[in-house]
C-alpha cells in the first residue's frame, strides 16, 4: 500500500486497490481474484483486507479507508440511506445460507417461543427468517430473535442456548459438521435467488477511475466463474483466506452459487420491499440510486 | 456556593468539549452521518428519552452492571485479603492473575457462550472480569503496604485473626482498595459495550452495538454520553462512600 | 550467671530474661552487629531503665525483649517460657507512637480492650479513665494528625496502661513532653507500678529520669551495643530529686558514660 | 536456590491451571472444536512457532503496544504532575477524563477509524487511550498523597519548580506511579484485542479474532496464552524497573 | 506595643516579627484559638526559646513564624518584608523531622544544598562536614528507615544549618537525644550561631535547656494559647548549669508556670 511515492523508473505506479471482507465462504470470488491479481492487473493493484467484523468492515468503507467491499447488502444500502456514496456492482454469490436448528427442531413451528440467531438485523439472514416463519403462518414475534456474532452461533446452538440460526457460511456447516445442528432449509427454498452479500464499491472509484472499476468488475466475473467450479485448486484458494476444514468447506460450497452476479432489478426490489414491509427502514435507496450495472453490463458484452 | 463552585468547573468543562467536537464537526468537514453535530447529537437524545428507550437500556445496564460489579468488589476485596495474609497462595495466584488478566473478554467470549450463554450471565461475567482484578491487586497491594508498626501494635494487643481483618488491615489498607474500586468502576464500565455485544437485546452496549449496526452514529454519541454520564455518577458515588467511611471512622472510635 | 554479672534468682521471681542475644541489621554497612550478646533479667514488679547514647541499640533491644524482632541468637523467656511473638502481657510503646490514624484518641486508647470481651460502656470507661489520667480527656474525639506531638505520645501511654499489663516496655515516652507533663506522668506511672505490681522496662536519654523511677539502671554503649554497666538505685520511692543521694546516683551514671568515651570535654553539674 | 524457587511457584499455578483446564474438558463433554484440550493447544502452538506465524504477530503486536503505552505513560505521567499541581486545570480535567474513561473502544471505534485509518494507527490510539487513564489517574492521586511535610521542606529550602516535580514529587509519588504503569499494561493489553479488529492483518489480537471467526478456538487459546505470557512478562518488567530505580535512589543521594 | 509588653526597636535590628497573630483549627471542637493574640519581635542574632506545656500552641505558633502555617489574622514579617511563605532564610526543623525516606542521610543534608548551585564536590564536602557536626559522618550512606531515633533528629539538624540561615525555626530538636549528644549539639549550635551571627526561635520542653543557650524566654500557656511571660536571660555564654543565678532562672520559669496553673502539687528542686 501507499507504493505510488518514489517509485521504480519503469513509469507511474499502479493504484492499489483496497477491497474489504470477512473470512466467509459469500467472499469467495474475491479470494480468488486476488489470487489472479498476484499475474499481474493492467490499472491496478488488488490488496484485500480482512475486517473481523460487519461493523468494522462499515467503518472503513464509510469513512474512505477501503475502496470497495464484499458485504451484506443491507448494511451498504443502509450506508446509503445515511448518504455514503456507495454503489453495489455486482452480487457476492447467489443463495448458500442455511437455516440450522436443533437437531430436536423438525419444522419452523417448532421453534416457537424458542431463540433463535441471526447476525444482524440489517441483513438477508434476518429476512429469510421472516420469510420462513411467515411460510409457517407464524409472526416474527412468534420466536425470541437474537442478534449474536456470526462465530458463537455454533457454540450457542451445540449448548442448546438458542434453537437455530441462520447466517452465512461456514458457520451453518459448522454445526453441521460437528452433528450439533441439522439443515431445516435452504434460503433458495424460501427465496430463490435471494440477494445476500453485494460487492459494494465507492462512488469516486466508479465515477473517478473508471477504467479501474471496470477491469475490477471484470476480473471479479471471472473470478467468480473460477469458483463455481468448486475446484480443488480454488478450495486451496480459499483455504488460505479462511482456515476451516475441508468437511465445513466442501459442505458450504454445496450450498452456493458464483455465477451470474448481476444484481437483477427485481430481486432488488423484492428485498427493498421486505426491508420496509419488515420495518427496518421506512425509505431504502432505489435499485436506480443504489445499483450500477453498468459495469457488469459493459464486461458481459466485452 | 460550594455546589455552584463545583457544577461551575463542570460546566465549563462539558463547554470546553462541546466546542472542540463543534470544531471539529465544522473544520474537518466529514460528512454528517460519519461525525454527527452536537446539535444531532442532542436530537439523538431526546429521542432517546422521550420515547422511553433510554430508560430500558439503562435500568438493564444498571442491573447488570450492579450485579458483575458488586461480585467483582466482594471476590476482589476477599480473596485479595486472603492472599495477602497467605503468602504462598499468592506466590501461586499471582502468576495466574498475571496471566488471565490482559486477555480481554472479546477473546473469552467464545468460551462464554460455551459455559454462561448468551443474554445477562455474559455480560455479567464479562463485568465481573473486568471489576475483579483491580480490585483484587490494588487489595493485595494495600495489604502488603499497611505499615508494620500497626500490625507490631495490634499482635500487641492480641488482636489478631477476624478482628484483625477487620479493624486493623482493612481500615490500613482502605485507601488503596478504594482506589482499586474507582479504577474497577471506570474499566467494568468499559466492558459493558463487550458484554452486551453477545446476545443481548438491551442494554446501554446493546444500543450502542445496535446503532453501530445500523450506521447511526448519533445514536452511538448519545450511548457514549450516558455511559460516560452514568461511569461519572458512579465514580463520584464511590468517592462519597469512601468519604463517609472514613469520616465514620474518624467521629467514632 | 549473665554478661551483667547478676545471678540468676528463683525461676519464678523473675518475669522477663533475655539471654546471650545477638542482632544484627543486613544491609548496615560493616554489619557490625547492634546487639552483641546482651543478656539481662528482670524481676517481678521491678522497674529497669535502660541508659545509653542515641544509636546504641536501646530501641532494638526493648523490640526483642517484646518479642516485634527476633534476635539473630540468643533467647527471651517471658514467666520462665520461651517469647514466641508479641503478647499483651507485656505491652510495648513505640517511639513512633503507633496510633492508629483513623480512630480517635478514645477509640485508640479502646484498641487494646477491645480484645478483652468487656461491655462497651465497661470499656468506654475504662478508656477514659485512662485519657484522664494522661490530661487529655477533653481531646478524645480528635484524630492523631489533630494532636500535638506530646499529646500522641500520652495517648500511646494512656493505650498501653489501660490493657494493665504485666509487663511494660516502654521507648522514650516521656521524650516529647513538658517538665510539668513529665513529672505528672512519672508520678502517675510509679504509682500505678505500684498499686498493680506492674513489671517496667523503660529506654530513657534523661538520666534524672532514670534515677527518680528505676530500681535498676542498665548502661548501654554502641558499637558493638552491649550492657556495660548496671547500677540498683537503693533510694526509697517516692525520690526526691533534690535530695543528696540521688545526686550521687546521677554523677555515677554520668562518669560511667565517661568512662566508656561517650563524654564531651567540659563538666556537668546538673 | 530462590530462582527455582520462584519457579516452582509458577510451575504449580500452570500446572493447576491445566489441571483445571483438562478437567473442564473431560467433564463439561464439549465439542473438541468448542473446547480444545490443552493438548490441542499445545498442538496449535507448536503449529504457530513452526511456521513463524507467531514471531511475526508477536513482533507487530510487541510494537503497537509499545509505541502507544510509552506515549500513555509518558502524557499520563506529565499530564499528571500539570493536572494535580494546578487544581483549577483538574477541576476542569476530572469530569471530562471520569466521562470520556469509561468509554469502550468499541464504541469510539467508528470515530477512531474516521480520525485514524486502519491498520497501525487506529491499535495504537486504542492502546493509547487504554493506558493513558490508568496512569493520569494514579499520577494525580500520587502527587496529591505525597506527605505535606516534604513540600514544607521543599518550600522551605526554596526547591520548586522543576527541581522540587524531579526531586520531591516524583519520588514520592513513584510507588502510586508505577502502579498505576503496572494497571495500565494490563489495561492496554486488554485493549491490543481491540485495536487490532480495525483492519490489522496482523498482531495477537487480529490472530485472535481471525480464528475466532474461523472458529479456530485451539487458535484462539493460543492467542490467549501468548497474550497471558507476554503481559506477565512486561508486568514483571515494570516491576524490576520500580525496583531499580528504588534501589538507585536508595544507594545514591 | 505588643501583648508581651516589649517596645518595638528599630526596624533594622528586628529580624523576626509576628504581630496580632490569631490561629483556630477548624475540626478542634469548640473551635478555641490555639493562638489568641500572639505578638512576638526576635532581634537578629538572637537566640529566643517558647517553653509552655504539651498542646500549648508551641508548634503551631513556629509554623506560623515559618510561614508554613496562614495565621486566621495578624501578620508574620521577616527582615521587615511581610512574609508570603517559607524561605531558604528561615530553615525550620520539624518535629516529625521531615526526612525524605528515599534518600541516605547525606542526601537529605545536600537537600537544601541543591538550589544553591555549588560543586557537586563542594556540596558533598560541605553536606559531610555537618554530618560530621552531629556525629553520623559514618551513617551517611544509610537510609532513615535504619537510623535510629535520635539520628533522624540529628540528620534533619544537620539538614537544616547546613544552608546556613540567616533564622533557624527549630521544634524539640534535642528532645529525642541523649544527655551527652545533646549538650554537645547545644555547644555546637551555640558556637555556630555565635560565628554565623544566626538567629534562633527554639520549642522545647527542656527549662534546662531554654536557659542554657537563650537570650530570652518566652513561657507559653495553652486554652486559649498566647504568650503569658517573657524573660530575658541576661548572664554570659558559655554558661555553667550548675551556676547560682542558672538556677534562679530556672526557678523563675518553674515558678511562672505554677502561677498558670500548669504545676503539680509536689515540690520541685532540680
Ligand atoms: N491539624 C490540626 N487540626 C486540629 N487541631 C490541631 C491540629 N494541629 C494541632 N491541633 C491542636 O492545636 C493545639 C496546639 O497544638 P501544637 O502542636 O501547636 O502544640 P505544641 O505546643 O507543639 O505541643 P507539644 O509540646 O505536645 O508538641 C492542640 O490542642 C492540638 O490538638
Ligand atoms: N531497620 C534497620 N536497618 C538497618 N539498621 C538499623 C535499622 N534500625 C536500626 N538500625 C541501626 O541500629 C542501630 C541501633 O538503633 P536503635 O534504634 O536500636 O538505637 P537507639 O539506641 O534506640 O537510639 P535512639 O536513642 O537514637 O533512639 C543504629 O546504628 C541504627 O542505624
Ligand atoms: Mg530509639
Ligand atoms: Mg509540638
Redesign the pocket.
Known amino acids: 500500500a501507499g507504493a505510488g511515492i518514489g517509485s521504480d523508473d519503469s513509469g507511474e505506479a499502479k493504484r492499489t486497490i483496497k477491497l474489504g471482507y470477512l473470512p466467509i465462504t459469500h467472499a469467495a470470488p474475491l479470494y480468488i481474484e486476488e489470487e489472479m491479481s498476484k499475474e499481474g492487473f493492467d490499472s491496478f493493484d488488488l490488496e484485500l483486507v480482512k475486517f473481523g467484523s460487519w461493523p468494522d468492515l462499515m467503518d472503513a468503507l464509510n469513512t474512505g479507508n477501503i475502496d470497495g467491499a464484499s458485504v451484506l447488502i443491507e448494511l451498504a444500502m443502509r450506508a446509503k440511506e445515511q448518504g455514503i456514496d456507495l454503489k453495489a456492482v455486482a452480487l457476492g454469490h447467489k443463495d448458500g445460507n442455511v437455516v440450522v436448528v436443533d437437531p430436536s427442531v423438525n419444522s419452523p413451528s417448532d421453534l416457537k417461543g424458542k431463540p433463535f440467531a441471526i447476525p444482524h438485523k440489517y441483513s438477508t439472514h434476518n429476512i429469510l427468517l421472516y420469510q420462513m416463519l411467515k411460510e409457517a403462518g407464524m409472526a416474527y414475534e412468534d420466536v425470541q430473535v437474537i442478534e449474536l456474532p456470526p462465530p458463537e452461533m455454533p457454540a450457542a446452538l451445540a449448548e442448546r442456548r438458542i434453537a437455530g440460526y441462520v447466517v452465512a457460511e461456514p458457520f451453518g456447516a459448522k454445526a453441521v459438521a460437528i452433528g450439533k445442528g441439522k439443515v431445516l432449509l435452504q434460503s433458495h427454498e424460501l427465496w430463490p435467488d435471494s440477494v445476500d452479500c453485494a460487492l459494494v464499491l465507492r462512488g469516486e472509484l466508479i465515477d473517478g477511475e473508471r477504467e479501474i472499476a471496470q477491469e475490477l468488475v471484470d476480473q471479479y466475473l471471472a473470478a467468480g466463474a473460477r469458483a463455481e467450479h468448486k475446484s480443488e485448486e480454488s478450495k486451496s484458494i480459499l483455504k488460505n483466506y479462511m482456515d476451516v476444514d475441508d468437511e465445513v468447506l466442501d459442505l458450504s460450497l454445496q450450498w452456493i452459487k458464483y455465477d451470474e452476479l448481476k444484481l437483477e432489478r427485481e430481486a432488488y426490489d423484492m428485498l427493498r420491499e421486505y426491508l420496509i414491509e419488515m420495518g427496518l427502514s421506512p425509505n431504502p435507496p432505489s435499485f436506480e440510486a443504489f445499483v450500477d450495472n453498468s459495469l457488469i453490463e459493459q464486461a458481459d458484452e466485452g | 456556593m460550594r455546589i455552584l463552585d463545583k457544577f461551575g468547573f463542570a460546566a465549563i468543562a462539558v463547554f470546553l468539549l462541546l466546542a472542540v467536537w463543534q470544531l471539529a464537526v465544522l473544520v474537518g468537514d466529514y460528512e454528517a452521518s460519519l461525525l454527527p453535530a452536537p446539535a444531532d447529537v442532542g436530537g439523538a437524545i431526546a429521542e432517546l428519552l422521550q420515547s422511553g428507550a433510554l430508560w430500558t437500556h439503562l435500568r438493564v445496564s444498571l442491573l447488570r452492571f450492579a450485579a458483575g460489579y458488586v461480585a467483582a468488589a466482594l471476590a476482589g476485596v476477599g480473596l485479595g485479603l486472603l492472599f495477602s495474609r497467605v503468602p504462598w497462595l499468592w506466590r501461586i495466584a499471582d502468576p495466574l492473575v498475571q496471566v488471565i488478566r490482559p486477555v480481554s473478554p472479546i477473546a473469552w467470549s467464545p468460551f462464554i457462550v460455551l459455559w454462561f450463554g448468551i443474554g445477562n450471565a455474559p455480560a455479567i461475567v464479562i463485568i465481573f472480569l473486568a471489576g475483579f482484578f483491580p480490585v483484587l491487586l490494588s487489595t493485595v497491594a494495600g495489604v502488603r503496604g499497611v505499615d508494620p508498626i500497626y500490625l507490631k501494635v495490634a499482635g500487641n494487643f492480641g488482636i489478631a485473626g477476624h478482628a484483625l481483618l477487620t479493624r486493623i488491615i482493612l481500615p490500613a489498607a482502605f485507601p488503596s482498595i478504594t482506589a482499586g474500586m474507582r479504577i474497577a468502576i471506570g474499566t467494568a464500565w468499559i466492558f459493558l459495550v463487550s458484554g452486551e455485544m453477545v446476545g443481548s437485546q438491551s442494554g446501554l452496549g446493546y444500543l450502542i452495538v445496535d446503532s453501530r449496526n445500523t450506521i447511526r452514529l448519533d445514536l452511538v454519541m448519545a450511548g457514549i454520553v450516558f455511559i460516560g454520564l452514568c461511569g461519572l455518577a458512579l465514580d463520584r458515588a464511590v468517592l462519597l462512600f469512601e468519604r463517609r467511611v472514613r469520616r465514620r471512622w474518624g467521629a467514632s472510635g | 550467671m549473665d554478661a551483667t554479672g547478676r545471678k540468676s534468682t528463683v525461676a519464678h521471681k523473675t518475669l522477663l530474661e533475655g539471654s546471650g542475644l545477638w542482632k544484627t541489621?543486613?544491609?548496615?554497612e560493616g554489619a557490625e552487629p547492634?546487639l552483641s550478646n546482651v543478656s539481662l533479667q528482670v524481676e517481678r514488679g521491678e522497674f529497669v531503665s535502660l541508659v545509653?547514647?542515641?544509636?546504641?541499640?536501646?530501641?532494638?533491644?526493648?523490640?526483642v525483649l517484646g518479642g516485634f524482632a527476633r534476635p539473630d541468637r540468643g533467647e527471651v523467656r517471658l514467666g520462665g517460657a520461651p517469647l514466641a511473638g508479641p503478647a499483651s502481657r507485656a505491652v510495648m510503646l513505640f517511639?513512633e507512637y503507633g496510633l492508629l490514624p483513623w480512630r480517635s484518641a478514645l477509640g485508640n486508647v479502646e484498641l487494646g480492650l477491645e480484645p478483652l470481651g468487656m461491655s462497651v460502656s465497661d470499656r468506654r470507661e475504662r478508656a477514659r479513665y485512662y485519657l484522664q489520667l494522661v490530661q487529655l480527656d477533653d481531646k478524645r474525639a480528635l484524630l492523631p494528625h489533630q494532636l500535638s506531638g506530646g499529646m500522641k505520645q500520652r495517648v500511646a501511654l494512656a493505650r498501653a496502661l489501660a490493657v494493665r499489663p504485666e509487663l511494660l516496655l516502654m521507648?522514650?515516652p516521656f521524650a516529647a513532653l513538658d517538665t510539668f507533663t513529665r513529672y505528672h506522668l512519672q508520678d502517675q506511672l510509679l504509682e500505678l507500678q505500684r498499686k498493680e505490681a506492674l513489671t517496667v522496662v523503660l529506654?530513657t536519654?534523661d538520666i534524672d529520669e532514670a534515677v527518680y523511677l528505676s530500681d535498676r539502671v542498665l548502661l548501654?554503649e554502641?558499637g558493638p551495643?552491649r550492657i556495660h554497666t548496671e547500677l540498683a538505685i537503693a533510694l526509697a520511692k517516692p525520690r526526691d530529686r533534690g535530695q543528696r543521694d540521688f545526686q550521687a546516683y546521677r554523677k555515677r551514671i554520668l562518669e560511667a558514660f565517661r568512662l566508656t568515651g561517650n563524654g564531651p570535654e567540659e563538666e556537668f553539674t546538673i
Not at chain 3, 52 to 63: D, F, Q
Open positions: 541489621y543486613s544491609g548496615n547492634v545509653g547514647p542515641s544509636g546504641c541499640g536501646k530501641s532494638t533491644l526493648l523490640h517511639q521507648d522514650e529506654v536519654h548501654m554502641g551495643g
